[in-house]
């Protein structure tokens, strides 16, 4: 069906960046929706950031407020693919990062990554 996979995690001080990776494949006719949720422990999953495909084949952008100004994503849709540039972290950012896609804008239908782990600690 659809396979999505992250990569770019990884422990960093507090201030420093990463950039997350994310590609989709498999049968995928459409792609409505990519965005990366974020689940600290003993926390539920929440949206970081998100894409969200427009009836003129432009895209939305939407961020948490607590990224807003830090954290930019960016997505490939010829490549099935979403990024997320992370500046200026802090402990607060420290969780597991899924990327989400979900194909169709009227399946509620979503797929996700297996996570990768972003810690920010000195």
């Known amino acids: 069906q659809v396979q999505v996979a992250e990569s770019g995690g990884g422990l960093v001080q507090p201030g420093g960046s990463l950039r997350l990776s994310c590609a989709a494949s498999?049968?995928?006719?459409?792609?409505?929706?990519m965005g990366w949720y974020r689940q600290a422990p003993g926390k539920q999953r929440e949206l970081v950031a998100g894409?969200?495909?427009?009836?003129?084949?432009?895209?939305?952008?939407n961020y948490a407020d607590s990224v807003k100004g830090r954290f930019t994503i960016s997505r490939d849709s010829s490549k099935k693919a979403v990024y997320l540039q992370m500046n200026s972290l802090t402990p607060e950012d420290t969780a597991v990062y899924y990327c989400?896609?979900?194909?169709?804008?009227?399946?509620?239908?979503?797929?996700w990554g297996q996570g990768t782990q972003v810690t920010v600690s000195s």
């Open positions: 498999g049968s995928i006719t459409s792609l409505y929706q």
């Open positions: 989400n896609v979900r194909p169709s804008r009227f399946l509620v239908l979503d797929y």
């Open positions: 894409t969200t495909s427009g009836v003129t084949s432009d895209i939305i952008i």
